[in-house]
């Protein structure tokens, strides 16, 4: 991902700065999700494995990234408290 992207992006509901998922958390997010445990915050189930992916310097929240670019819509983002075992 282009770094002056990741500059200028934040979470569009907490305002929070956002960091690539380090490889330690996105394996624990991507084993989660082939556990078929994890679910936006709309609710709904994400079935694929994500290939990159934004946290929030709160560590709360993941917006996934596909084909580089961020899907930053809030309902679709996957909040952290559900992950077991979640890297800080």
């Given at each position: 991902m282009d770094k002056r992207l990741l500059d200028i992006l934040c979470?569009?509901?907490?305002?929070a700065p956002v960091s690539l998922l380090s490889r330690n958390q996105l394996e624990a997010l991507n084993?989660?999700?082939r556990q078929g445990s994890v679910l936006t915050v709309a609710g709904a189930a994400v079935g694929t494995p994500l290939a990159a992916g934004l946290l929030t310097a709160d560590g709360k929240v993941i917006y996934r990234i596909e084909d580089d670019i961020p899907v930053m819509?809030?309902?679709e983002a996957i909040g952290t408290t559900q992950l077991a075992g979640f890297p800080a």
């Open positions: 979470c569009p509901v907490s305002k084993a989660s999700i819509l809030a309902d």
